[in-house]
């Protein structure tokens, strides 16, 4: 099957996570409601947390995204950037992060535009463990 090796994210897919909102290419997430029904939304917010995490500043708390990953962690995430032909999907466990820290700095990395959108901070952090990153059909990195 290749040479996979653990996940640790790459420069190249740092950069293109962390600047997708301002490169044009927004990351649409994908969740599993209580019905087993599909969530996709696009998430501006989306930074790189650590080698293997990816946080979300997620303005509804309450809202479908969250209670999904509630009832079931299994997420994905598909990148494409049309003019530099860069894309790929990754599948993770996503959690609810409520510590004052974690939200905190999940806030902070979040795109100004997604900051003004949630002065009040209203919303929550969702940290998402990424266990594994495919691209052109090819698993790259797996857990």
């Given at each position: 099957?290749?040479?996979?090796?653990?996940?640790?994210?790459?420069?190249?897919?740092?950069?293109?996570?962390?600047?997708?909102?301002?490169?044009?290419?927004?990351?649409?997430?994908?969740?599993?409601?209580?019905?087993?029904?599909?969530?996709?939304?696009?998430?501006?917010?989306?930074?790189?947390?650590?080698?293997?995490?990816?946080?979300?500043?997620?303005?509804?708390?309450?809202?479908?995204?969250?209670?999904?990953?509630?009832?079931?962690p299994r997420v994905a995430l598909l990148y494409r950037n049309a003019e530099t032909r860069f894309a790929f999907q990754a599948h993770g466990e996503a959690?609810?992060?409520?510590?004052?820290?974690?939200?905190?700095?999940?806030?902070?990395?979040?795109?100004?535009?997604?900051?003004?959108?949630?002065?009040?901070?209203?919303?929550?952090?969702?940290?998402?463990?990424?266990?594994?990153?495919?691209?052109?059909?090819?698993?790259?990195?797996?857990?």
């Amino acid at each position: 099957m290749g040479d996979r090796v653990a996940v640790a994210l790459t420069d190249d897919f740092k950069n293109a996570i962390n600047n997708a909102l301002s490169d044009r290419a927004p990351i649409v997430f994908a969740a599993v409601d209580d019905l087993g029904q599909p969530l996709l939304s696009f998430r501006g917010s989306a930074q790189v947390y650590s080698d293997n995490e990816i946080g979300l500043w997620v303005r509804n708390q309450d809202g479908g995204f969250v209670n999904a990953i509630t009832a079931n962690p299994r997420v994905a995430l598909l990148y494409r950037n049309a003019e530099t032909r860069f894309a790929f999907q990754a599948h993770g466990e996503a959690r609810r992060a409520d510590d004052e820290a974690t939200r905190a700095r999940v806030y902070e990395m979040a795109p100004e535009a997604e900051r003004n959108a949630d002065l009040e901070r209203k919303g929550t952090a969702v940290l998402i463990e990424v266990v594994r990153v495919i691209q052109r059909n090819q698993v790259l990195m797996e857990r």
